[in-house]
């Protein structure tokens, strides 16, 4: 992730954040946010890093009513 941000930190104008996880036959799957695999501290840290004013979008297996919790997750890393 880091190396992704090196190349082409300067040119993000959008993030978007989803988290997953692995099932036992190697397929990926997205979680609720903050129960995966995703290193949410460290893509903040990089994204504020490479770009301190960038918006953030939920996407990729989260429901409307995961929504306020997912916000309050990563508001603790921001």
Do not use: C
């Not at 996407?59 to 997912?70: F, N, Q, S, Y």
């Amino acid at each position: 992730m880091k190396r992704a941000f090196e190349l082409w930190g300067d040119r993000i104008v959008l993030a978007h954040i989803k988290d997953f996880d692995i099932t036992p036959d190697g397929k990926m799957k997205y979680v609720p946010m903050g129960t995966g695999r995703l290193d949410v501290p460290f893509f903040l840290d990089l994204l504020k890093q490479y770009k301190p004013y960038t918006n953030i979008s939920f996407e990729g297996g989260i429901t409307p009513d995961e929504v306020p919790a997912a916000l309050e997750y990563v508001k603790r890393f921001s």
